[in-house]
């Protein structure tokens, strides 16, 4: 009798813990970055001017790190940069203008000068965090224009970034390449086909990067967050919506980096319950993302709630 009721506590401590979780459960094990992986170390963020990239930029400075920031718009990286505290901020931070979609050569001179910033270690971490994503559409509305621009940022440009800088990190004998992908790069996301696309691109190149070249120092984290509440869509006044704050979510991807998890998921529920069927029980996780497809993008049409559980049973037809 003991054991059956010691069985039924911990069945209800953990079907709590799922419900209250806010990432995976091995990411949930580990409580705090280790600073020791990141103090002293070159840290090269994509998208830093804003957003995701910007709060890593925060967060990552404050634990010792040397950062390169990166993005577009040199006059929001200097913005970035003044705000910056730590042991090498903001003096000695590095302002490298970027454009992901600008080409092979146009890369590898951003390459060449991230190297030379610090030329007695080179970049230890590449945080591939800039993105393109567009509003949610119907598959069908899907331009080639939005095709292309999407991919050149996500998956051209990365991958280009990617393998122009791994010989330095292969010579050092030691790398590491962070990823900010998405849920959208597990699970079908309705209403984000092309973003979705160029997510599982990425998963499924910077794995098989890991595969290859972990025993020559190369490591890889996946990170794949759900819905994150950013300066994009802070106040929202969509109901129930459930968001992870950018903060939390960035310190959760350096959690995940320094314990050197292969992959993170980040979110709440319902998505991150889609995430686990999905990867555990695809036939059902699939199953569960037919029924919500259609409702989830004419959700997304009305400015409505697009992680909303009620997306299961949409509105009833009239009689």
Not at 76 to 81: A, T
Not at 128 to 149: C, Q
Not at 224 to 241: D, H, L, Q, R, Y
Not at 273 to 294: E, F, I, N, R, T
Request: charged fraction near 25%.
């Amino acid at each position: 009798m003991l054991v059956f009721f010691i069985c039924v506590l911990l069945f209800f401590i953990f079907v709590y813990k799922f419900l209250t979780a806010y990432g995976d459960f091995t990411l949930m094990s580990k409580k705090q970055p280790k600073r020791e992986e990141i103090e002293d170390k070159v840290v090269w963020i994509t998208g830093a001017s804003r957003g995701i990239g910007e709060i890593l930029a925060k967060q990552l400075a404050s634990l010792g790190a040397k950062l390169i920031i990166s993005a577009r718009n040199e006059v929001e990286l200097n913005r970035v940069r003044t705000q910056l505290k730590g042991k090498h901020a903001p003096d000695e931070v590095k302002i490298l203008p970027l454009d992901l979609s600008s080409g092979e050569d146009s890369l590898r001179i951003a390459v060449e000068k991230a190297e030379s910033f610090f030329p007695d270690s080179g970049v230890d971490y590449m945080i591939h965090n800039a993105a393109f994503e567009r509003p949610k559409t119907s598959i069908l509305d899907v331009t080639e224009e939005g095709l292309k621009a999407t991919f050149d940022v996500n998956v051209f440009g990365t991958i280009t970034l990617t393998k122009l800088l791994t010989p330095f990190m292969l010579k050092r004998g030691h790398g590491h390449f962070v990823v900010m992908s998405s849920a959208a790069g597990k699970t079908p996301a309705p209403g984000q086909a092309v973003y979705s696309a160029s997510k599982y691109a990425l998963n499924g190149y910077f794995h098989t990067l890991r595969s290859e070249l972990c025993q020559k120092g190369i490591r890889v984290t996946v990170v794949c967050p759900g819905p994150i509440e950013t300066s994009n869509n802070a106040g929202s006044k969509v109901p129930s919506e459930k968001r992870v704050s950018s903060e939390k979510c960035v310190e959760l991807t350096i959690i995940a980096a320094t314990h050197g998890l292969k992959e993170a998921w980040i979110s709440y529920q319902p998505v991150l319950a889609v995430m686990y069927l999905v990867q555990y029980m695809p036939s059902v996780g699939y199953w569960l993302m037919d029924k919500v497809g259609k409702n989830r993008v004419e959700a997304a049409e009305k400015k409505g709630n697009t992680y909303s559980l009620s997306l299961l049973f949409g509105k009833k037809k009239a009689p």
